[in-house]
């Protein structure tokens, strides 16, 4: 704030800065939490489920990563979609050395059951998109049997 502007403001005008400077700095620490929880929202990829007679489909938006970067396995009815992304850029001149790393990775688990056939499962990615199929296993008929009462 320049000093014309506190020289109008007055006396309330010290106040004032005085009071914002010690609620300024609590409200950054107030929305350190909401800031780590937004990166946490943009690292986890978004997932849509849809389900028909014959199937389940899963697709998982993982834009920026390559499908070597990705991978998907299956363990006692959870579907688990994991994925690393490493970077490393190296700048050197003359006058100056500069290099910077940079690492994320996120892991996926969504219970899909028991009734799904997943050795015939597939998988593709295309535009940063994973798609997962995986097929229902047919349904056992039960037959009916009489049972004589002796």
């Given at each position: 704030?320049n000093?014309?502007r ?7 005008g ?13 409200m950054n620490i107030l ?14 990829p ?15 938006e993982?834009?920026?990563l ?9 363990s006692?009815?959870v ?6 992304k ?6 050197k ?6 290099q ?24 593709s990615?295309?535009n ?10 047919e ?12």
């Open positions: 704030m000093s014309s506190k020289q109008k403001r007055g006396d309330l010290v106040i004032s800065d005085f009071l914002e400077r010690p609620l300024g700095s609590v929305e350190r939490p909401i800031d780590t929880f937004r990166d946490f929202l943009k690292e986890s978004l997932v849509d489920i849809a389900e028909t007679e014959k199937e389940v489909n899963v697709r998982v993982v834009p920026g390559s499908q070597d970067e990705l991978s998907v396995s299956y006692e009815g579907l688990t979609v994991s994925g690393e490493k970077e490393e850029k190296e700048r001149t003359e006058e100056e050395a500069f910077e790393c940079r690492f994320s990775s996120f892991k996926k688990e969504i219970s899909l059951g028991e009734n799904l056939n997943w050795e015939n499962s597939k998988a990615y295309s940063g998109v994973l798609k997962i199929l995986i097929p229902k296993k349904a056992q008929t039960s037959k009916s049997v009489k049972i004589n009462i002796e």
